[in-house]
Protein backbone atom coordinates (compact mmCIF):
# COMPACT_ATOMS: atom_id res chain seq x y z
CA UNK A 1 0.00 0.00 0.00
CA UNK A 2 3.01 2.41 0.60
CA UNK A 3 4.28 2.77 -2.96
CA UNK A 4 0.65 4.56 -3.65
CA UNK A 5 0.33 7.02 -0.20
CA UNK A 6 2.39 9.87 -1.15
CA UNK A 7 3.03 11.53 -4.65
CA UNK A 8 6.74 12.26 -6.01
CA UNK A 9 7.52 15.83 -7.98
CA UNK A 10 7.63 14.70 -11.66
CA UNK A 11 9.89 15.96 -14.68
CA UNK A 12 8.94 18.88 -16.86
CA UNK A 13 8.03 16.58 -20.02
CA UNK A 14 7.01 17.63 -23.69
CA UNK A 15 6.83 14.66 -25.92
CA UNK A 16 4.66 14.69 -29.17
CA UNK A 17 3.06 11.12 -29.18
CA UNK A 18 2.24 11.65 -33.04
CA UNK A 19 1.63 14.60 -35.26
CA UNK A 20 -1.83 15.47 -33.78
CA UNK A 21 -1.32 14.35 -30.09
CA UNK A 22 1.11 16.36 -27.65
CA UNK A 23 1.40 15.19 -23.99
CA UNK A 24 2.98 17.23 -21.65
CA UNK A 25 3.59 17.11 -17.46
CA UNK A 26 4.92 18.95 -14.70
CA UNK A 27 4.89 19.79 -10.85
CA UNK A 28 3.02 23.15 -10.00
CA UNK A 29 4.11 24.43 -6.12
CA UNK A 30 1.38 26.18 -4.34
CA UNK A 31 4.23 27.87 -1.43
CA UNK A 32 7.10 25.76 -0.05
CA UNK A 33 5.91 21.99 0.58
CA UNK A 34 2.53 21.95 -1.08
CA UNK A 35 2.47 21.31 -4.62
CA UNK A 36 0.62 18.99 -7.15
CA UNK A 37 1.54 17.13 -10.86
CA UNK A 38 -0.59 18.12 -13.71
CA UNK A 39 -0.87 16.35 -16.95
CA UNK A 40 -2.28 17.51 -20.56
CA UNK A 41 -2.58 16.14 -23.70
CA UNK A 42 -3.26 18.66 -26.72
CA UNK A 43 -5.65 17.16 -29.59
CA UNK A 44 -5.39 18.77 -33.13
CA UNK A 45 -8.94 19.63 -33.99
CA UNK A 46 -9.51 19.02 -37.50
CA UNK A 47 -7.47 15.71 -37.36
CA UNK A 48 -9.18 13.61 -34.83
CA UNK A 49 -12.77 12.29 -33.60
CA UNK A 50 -14.47 12.27 -30.47
CA UNK A 51 -16.90 10.37 -28.71
CA UNK A 52 -18.50 9.82 -25.29
CA UNK A 53 -18.15 6.08 -24.37
CA UNK A 54 -20.33 4.84 -21.46
CA UNK A 55 -19.70 1.77 -19.40
CA UNK A 56 -22.59 -0.66 -17.98
CA UNK A 57 -20.45 -0.71 -14.84
CA UNK A 58 -17.55 1.28 -13.55
CA UNK A 59 -14.45 0.37 -15.50
CA UNK A 60 -10.80 1.59 -15.08
CA UNK A 61 -10.71 4.49 -17.72
CA UNK A 62 -8.12 2.15 -19.48
CA UNK A 63 -10.08 -0.28 -20.61
CA UNK A 64 -12.90 1.67 -21.77
CA UNK A 65 -13.02 0.39 -25.98
CA UNK A 66 -10.13 -1.43 -24.94
CA UNK A 67 -10.02 -3.20 -28.24
CA UNK A 68 -10.29 -0.45 -30.74
CA UNK A 69 -6.56 0.56 -31.80
CA UNK A 70 -7.74 3.57 -33.25
CA UNK A 71 -8.69 5.21 -29.80
CA UNK A 72 -5.51 7.20 -28.89
CA UNK A 73 -6.42 9.42 -25.93
CA UNK A 74 -9.43 9.48 -23.51
CA UNK A 75 -10.20 11.32 -20.05
CA UNK A 76 -13.02 10.79 -17.03
CA UNK A 77 -15.91 12.97 -17.67
CA UNK A 78 -19.14 12.64 -15.05
CA UNK A 79 -20.06 12.08 -11.87
CA UNK A 80 -21.00 9.24 -10.72
CA UNK A 81 -23.05 6.73 -7.46
CA UNK A 82 -20.10 5.23 -5.81
CA UNK A 83 -20.75 3.10 -2.82
CA UNK A 84 -18.81 0.27 -0.77
CA UNK A 85 -22.03 -1.81 0.38
CA UNK A 86 -22.27 -3.41 -3.12
CA UNK A 87 -25.53 -2.06 -3.86
CA UNK A 88 -25.65 -1.77 -7.81
CA UNK A 89 -28.14 0.34 -9.52
CA UNK A 90 -28.76 -0.32 -13.24
CA UNK A 91 -27.38 2.50 -13.89
CA UNK A 92 -24.25 4.68 -12.22
CA UNK A 93 -24.46 7.79 -14.30
CA UNK A 94 -25.17 11.08 -12.53
CA UNK A 95 -27.41 13.98 -14.13
CA UNK A 96 -27.69 13.77 -17.81
CA UNK A 97 -26.51 10.72 -19.77
CA UNK A 98 -27.29 10.83 -23.09
CA UNK A 99 -25.54 7.19 -24.92
CA UNK A 100 -25.90 7.88 -28.89
CA UNK A 101 -29.41 9.10 -28.48
CA UNK A 102 -30.22 6.64 -25.81
CA UNK A 103 -31.33 8.23 -22.80
CA UNK A 104 -29.89 6.44 -19.27
CA UNK A 105 -30.38 9.21 -16.93
CA UNK A 106 -32.44 12.47 -16.44
CA UNK A 107 -30.34 15.64 -15.23
CA UNK A 108 -31.01 16.93 -11.24
CA UNK A 109 -30.20 20.52 -12.09
CA UNK A 110 -29.40 22.51 -15.14
CA UNK A 111 -25.76 22.54 -16.07
CA UNK A 112 -23.23 22.22 -18.47
CA UNK A 113 -22.47 19.03 -20.79
CA UNK A 114 -19.79 17.74 -23.29
CA UNK A 115 -21.68 16.88 -26.44
CA UNK A 116 -19.99 14.15 -29.00
CA UNK A 117 -21.97 14.02 -32.19
CA UNK A 118 -20.40 12.53 -35.74
CA UNK A 119 -17.09 12.26 -34.32
CA UNK A 120 -17.45 16.01 -33.30
CA UNK A 121 -16.83 17.74 -29.87
CA UNK A 122 -18.25 20.47 -28.49
CA UNK A 123 -20.35 21.69 -25.24
CA UNK A 124 -23.99 22.84 -24.51
CA UNK A 125 -26.08 24.15 -21.82
CA UNK A 126 -29.08 21.44 -20.81
CA UNK A 127 -31.72 22.51 -19.54
CA UNK A 128 -33.52 20.29 -16.51
CA UNK A 129 -36.83 20.67 -17.33
CA UNK A 130 -39.36 20.59 -20.61
CA UNK A 131 -41.37 18.10 -21.65
CA UNK A 132 -41.62 14.53 -22.21
CA UNK A 133 -44.68 11.74 -23.61
CA UNK A 134 -44.92 8.82 -22.36
CA UNK A 135 -47.63 6.42 -24.01
CA UNK A 136 -49.53 9.23 -26.29
CA UNK A 137 -49.73 11.64 -23.60
CA UNK A 138 -47.62 14.77 -23.36
CA UNK A 139 -46.21 15.91 -19.29
CA UNK A 140 -44.18 18.60 -18.61
CA UNK A 141 -41.03 17.49 -16.46
CA UNK A 142 -38.36 18.77 -14.20
CA UNK A 143 -35.21 17.57 -12.28
CA UNK A 144 -36.14 17.50 -8.38
CA UNK A 145 -33.50 20.34 -7.68
CA UNK A 146 -34.59 22.58 -10.29
CA UNK A 147 -37.17 24.52 -8.41
CA UNK A 148 -39.47 24.35 -11.71
CA UNK A 149 -43.37 24.00 -11.67
CA UNK A 150 -44.03 20.80 -13.86
CA UNK A 151 -46.46 17.72 -13.51
CA UNK A 152 -43.31 15.42 -13.11
CA UNK A 153 -40.83 15.20 -11.39
CA UNK A 154 -37.35 13.48 -11.68
CA UNK A 155 -35.23 11.49 -8.99
CA UNK A 156 -32.21 10.14 -10.54
CA UNK A 157 -28.71 8.76 -9.48
CA UNK A 158 -27.96 12.46 -8.31
CA UNK A 159 -30.48 12.65 -5.41
CA UNK A 160 -28.99 9.60 -3.70
CA UNK A 161 -26.98 10.49 -0.16
CA UNK A 162 -23.68 8.86 0.25
CA UNK A 163 -21.80 9.18 3.50
CA UNK A 164 -18.74 7.44 4.93
CA UNK A 165 -19.13 4.75 8.01
CA UNK A 166 -16.43 5.64 10.34
CA UNK A 167 -17.54 2.53 12.23
CA UNK A 168 -17.82 0.29 9.82
CA UNK A 169 -15.23 -2.45 9.22
CA UNK A 170 -13.23 -1.30 7.05
CA UNK A 171 -13.41 2.02 8.13
CA UNK A 172 -14.11 5.12 5.79
CA UNK A 173 -16.56 2.69 3.42
CA UNK A 174 -18.89 5.06 1.50
CA UNK A 175 -22.54 3.71 2.14
CA UNK A 176 -25.41 4.98 0.55
CA UNK A 177 -28.13 6.77 3.25
CA UNK A 178 -31.29 4.61 3.49
CA UNK A 179 -33.52 7.30 3.22
CA UNK A 180 -32.53 8.54 0.41
CA UNK A 181 -33.32 5.42 -1.51
CA UNK A 182 -36.83 5.05 -0.95
CA UNK A 183 -38.95 8.24 -2.84
CA UNK A 184 -42.67 8.26 -1.01
CA UNK A 185 -45.59 9.30 -3.11
CA UNK A 186 -48.37 11.18 -0.95
CA UNK A 187 -52.55 10.33 -1.32
CA UNK A 188 -52.54 11.80 -4.71
CA UNK A 189 -49.40 11.26 -6.21
CA UNK A 190 -48.07 7.97 -8.52
CA UNK A 191 -44.30 6.62 -8.66
CA UNK A 192 -43.23 5.18 -11.87
CA UNK A 193 -40.02 3.29 -11.95
CA UNK A 194 -38.12 3.77 -15.05
CA UNK A 195 -35.85 1.40 -16.86
CA UNK A 196 -33.82 2.48 -19.59
CA UNK A 197 -32.34 -0.94 -21.29
CA UNK A 198 -34.22 -0.30 -24.24
CA UNK A 199 -34.00 1.58 -27.03
CA UNK A 200 -36.13 4.28 -25.25
CA UNK A 201 -36.75 4.75 -21.40
CA UNK A 202 -39.68 2.86 -20.43
CA UNK A 203 -41.86 2.21 -17.13
CA UNK A 204 -41.28 -0.52 -15.17
CA UNK A 205 -43.15 -0.73 -12.10
CA UNK A 206 -46.28 1.75 -11.36
CA UNK A 207 -46.92 2.35 -7.58
CA UNK A 208 -48.80 4.39 -5.21
CA UNK A 209 -46.63 4.25 -2.01
CA UNK A 210 -42.76 3.61 -2.39
CA UNK A 211 -40.24 2.41 -4.90
CA UNK A 212 -36.54 2.73 -4.48
CA UNK A 213 -33.95 4.68 -6.34
CA UNK A 214 -31.49 1.59 -6.49
CA UNK A 215 -33.81 -0.45 -8.23
CA UNK A 216 -34.50 1.76 -11.53
CA UNK A 217 -32.39 4.31 -13.78
CA UNK A 218 -34.81 7.08 -12.14
CA UNK A 219 -38.07 7.60 -11.19
CA UNK A 220 -40.62 9.88 -12.22
CA UNK A 221 -43.53 11.46 -9.15
CA UNK A 222 -46.38 12.85 -10.61
CA UNK A 223 -50.35 13.55 -10.20
CA UNK A 224 -52.32 9.81 -9.90
CA UNK A 225 -55.22 11.58 -12.12
CA UNK A 226 -52.63 12.74 -14.45
CA UNK A 227 -50.78 9.80 -14.73
CA UNK A 228 -54.09 6.89 -14.88
CA UNK A 229 -53.88 6.30 -18.11
CA UNK A 230 -49.94 5.49 -18.18
CA UNK A 231 -49.52 1.42 -17.61
CA UNK A 232 -46.06 -0.68 -17.58
CA UNK A 233 -44.27 -1.13 -20.65
CA UNK A 234 -45.21 2.46 -22.01
CA UNK A 235 -41.82 4.08 -23.64
CA UNK A 236 -40.61 7.73 -23.30
CA UNK A 237 -40.38 8.37 -27.11
CA UNK A 238 -39.65 12.13 -27.02
CA UNK A 239 -37.69 14.83 -24.35
CA UNK A 240 -37.67 17.89 -24.77
CA UNK A 241 -34.88 19.88 -22.85
CA UNK A 242 -36.44 23.19 -22.60
CA UNK A 243 -37.22 24.18 -25.65
CA UNK A 244 -34.50 22.11 -27.24
CA UNK A 245 -35.44 18.47 -28.51
CA UNK A 246 -33.78 15.50 -27.55
CA UNK A 247 -31.61 14.54 -30.68
CA UNK A 248 -31.70 10.89 -31.46
CA UNK A 249 -28.38 10.41 -32.32
CA UNK A 250 -25.80 12.79 -30.25
CA UNK A 251 -24.18 11.78 -27.16
CA UNK A 252 -23.94 13.82 -23.92
CA UNK A 253 -22.71 13.80 -20.81
CA UNK A 254 -23.20 16.37 -17.53
CA UNK A 255 -19.84 18.01 -16.65
CA UNK A 256 -19.63 19.70 -13.02
CA UNK A 257 -19.46 23.53 -14.13
CA UNK A 258 -18.01 25.89 -16.77
CA UNK A 259 -14.86 27.09 -15.82
CA UNK A 260 -14.91 30.63 -16.67
CA UNK A 261 -12.64 33.04 -17.36
CA UNK A 262 -12.22 35.27 -14.30
CA UNK A 263 -13.47 34.75 -10.48
CA UNK A 264 -16.45 36.29 -10.83
CA UNK A 265 -17.32 34.73 -13.54
CA UNK A 266 -16.17 31.23 -11.60
CA UNK A 267 -18.41 31.67 -8.74
CA UNK A 268 -21.33 32.70 -10.59
CA UNK A 269 -21.28 29.42 -12.56
CA UNK A 270 -20.63 27.30 -9.08
CA UNK A 271 -23.66 29.26 -7.64
CA UNK A 272 -25.71 28.25 -11.04
CA UNK A 273 -24.56 24.71 -12.01
CA UNK A 274 -23.97 23.14 -7.99
CA UNK A 275 -26.93 22.25 -5.71
CA UNK A 276 -26.12 23.72 -2.44
CA UNK A 277 -27.73 24.53 0.86
CA UNK A 278 -30.29 27.30 0.76
CA UNK A 279 -28.61 30.50 2.09
CA UNK A 280 -25.12 28.35 1.44
CA UNK A 281 -22.19 28.18 -0.92
CA UNK A 282 -21.34 25.48 -3.01
CA UNK A 283 -18.76 23.16 -1.46
CA UNK A 284 -16.31 24.14 -4.45
CA UNK A 285 -16.01 27.65 -2.99
CA UNK A 286 -14.47 26.66 0.39
CA UNK A 287 -10.71 27.54 0.78
CA UNK A 288 -10.70 23.62 2.06
CA UNK A 289 -12.33 22.17 -0.89
CA UNK A 290 -9.33 21.30 -2.27
CA UNK A 291 -9.21 18.11 -4.91
CA UNK A 292 -7.87 17.04 -8.20
CA UNK A 293 -10.02 17.87 -11.26
CA UNK A 294 -10.59 16.69 -14.61
CA UNK A 295 -11.27 19.68 -17.07
CA UNK A 296 -11.86 19.29 -21.09
CA UNK A 297 -10.99 22.63 -22.25
CA UNK A 298 -11.46 24.18 -26.35
CA UNK A 299 -8.62 26.37 -27.67
CA UNK A 300 -8.76 28.04 -31.12
CA UNK A 301 -6.86 24.54 -32.73
CA UNK A 302 -6.84 21.99 -30.22
CA UNK A 303 -8.87 20.31 -27.38
CA UNK A 304 -7.26 19.95 -24.42
CA UNK A 305 -7.32 17.09 -21.49
CA UNK A 306 -6.16 18.26 -18.44
CA UNK A 307 -6.10 16.84 -14.72
CA UNK A 308 -3.92 17.37 -12.10
CA UNK A 309 -3.49 14.88 -9.08
CA UNK A 310 -3.55 14.75 -5.45
CA UNK A 311 -3.45 12.19 -2.38
CA UNK A 312 -6.77 12.80 0.30
CA UNK A 313 -5.51 13.51 3.74
CA UNK A 314 -1.75 13.78 3.03
CA UNK A 315 -0.70 17.13 4.12
CA UNK A 316 0.31 19.37 0.93
CA UNK A 317 -0.58 16.34 -1.44
CA UNK A 318 -4.35 16.95 -0.75
CA UNK A 319 -5.00 18.89 -4.54
CA UNK A 320 -6.08 22.26 -4.97
CA UNK A 321 -8.86 24.53 -4.86
CA UNK A 322 -10.89 25.71 -7.87
CA UNK A 323 -9.97 29.40 -7.57
CA UNK A 324 -6.36 27.73 -7.82
CA UNK A 325 -7.43 25.76 -11.27
CA UNK A 326 -8.73 28.34 -12.85
CA UNK A 327 -5.61 30.23 -12.10
CA UNK A 328 -3.21 27.67 -13.25
CA UNK A 329 -5.32 27.02 -16.49
CA UNK A 330 -5.87 30.78 -17.71
CA UNK A 331 -1.81 31.07 -17.64
CA UNK A 332 -1.37 28.02 -19.57
CA UNK A 333 -3.98 28.06 -21.81
CA UNK A 334 -5.73 30.68 -24.26
CA UNK A 335 -9.41 28.53 -24.21
CA UNK A 336 -12.51 29.41 -25.49
CA UNK A 337 -14.56 26.95 -23.29
CA UNK A 338 -13.85 24.69 -20.26
CA UNK A 339 -15.45 22.33 -18.26
CA UNK A 340 -14.97 20.50 -15.64
CA UNK A 341 -15.68 17.39 -15.71
CA UNK A 342 -15.34 16.02 -12.09
CA UNK A 343 -13.22 16.26 -9.31
CA UNK A 344 -12.01 13.72 -6.53
CA UNK A 345 -9.96 10.25 -7.22
CA UNK A 346 -11.52 9.72 -10.14
CA UNK A 347 -9.23 12.80 -12.20
CA UNK A 348 -7.36 10.63 -14.74
CA UNK A 349 -6.37 10.29 -18.68
CA UNK A 350 -4.94 8.06 -20.71
CA UNK A 351 -2.52 8.13 -24.24
CA UNK A 352 -1.75 5.39 -26.70
CA UNK A 353 1.90 5.32 -26.94
CA UNK A 354 3.67 2.50 -29.11
CA UNK A 355 0.25 0.40 -28.90
CA UNK A 356 -0.28 0.39 -25.26
CA UNK A 357 -2.18 2.55 -23.16
CA UNK A 358 -0.57 4.73 -20.13
CA UNK A 359 -2.57 6.36 -17.24
CA UNK A 360 -1.78 9.46 -15.09
CA UNK A 361 -3.48 10.80 -12.23
CA UNK A 362 -5.07 9.69 -9.34
CA UNK A 363 -3.98 5.50 -9.52
CA UNK A 364 -4.12 5.31 -5.84
CA UNK A 365 -7.91 4.42 -5.14
CA UNK A 366 -8.35 2.61 -2.31
CA UNK A 367 -11.09 -0.59 -2.76
CA UNK A 368 -13.55 -0.56 0.48
CA UNK A 369 -16.04 -2.66 -0.85
CA UNK A 370 -14.04 -5.72 0.23
CA UNK A 371 -13.40 -7.31 4.12
CA UNK A 372 -9.68 -6.21 3.74
CA UNK A 373 -9.70 -3.03 1.84
CA UNK A 374 -6.87 -2.69 -0.71
CA UNK A 375 -4.87 0.14 -3.03
CA UNK A 376 -5.40 -0.06 -6.93
CA UNK A 377 -2.42 1.33 -7.81
CA UNK A 378 -2.29 0.13 -11.66
CA UNK A 379 -6.20 1.56 -12.36
CA UNK A 380 -7.41 3.45 -9.98
CA UNK A 381 -10.64 4.39 -8.85
CA UNK A 382 -13.02 3.13 -11.81
CA UNK A 383 -15.69 5.25 -13.53
CA UNK A 384 -18.31 5.50 -15.54
CA UNK A 385 -18.03 7.60 -18.63
CA UNK A 386 -15.02 7.91 -20.45
CA UNK A 387 -14.19 10.94 -23.50
CA UNK A 388 -12.51 9.50 -26.02
CA UNK A 389 -10.30 10.39 -28.93
CA UNK A 390 -9.96 8.64 -32.23
CA UNK A 391 -6.94 8.74 -34.77
Not at 87 to 113: F, M, W
Not at 158 to 168: A, G, P, S, V
Not at 211 to 216: A, E, K
Not at 315 to 323: C, E, F, K, S
Amino acid sequence: MSNYEKLDRIKTITKEINPNVVFNCETVSFGKDRFTNIYWLELKKDSLKFKLSYADKLLPLKDFEKNDSSVIAGINVGGFYLSDDNLTPPVQYYNLAVDEGHIKQLPSNTRSCIQTYNGNLTKSLVIAHGLMRIGQKDFSWSGLNEKQDSQLIVYGMFNLDITKNKFRNPSNARETVETSRFIKANNNEILLGIGTSGTNPSVQRISKNTLDLIQYSFILKGNKNLLKEISVGNEITRVRFGHVEHNASASLCSGSFILGKDKVDLDKNLRNELIHPVDGNPKPMSEEYKKSWSVILETNDSYILFINDARPKVPNQNGITVYELQDLILKKFDYTWGVVGDSGQSSKLFVRENGERTVYGNLHYINYSKTESYWDGINGRPVSVGLLAYA
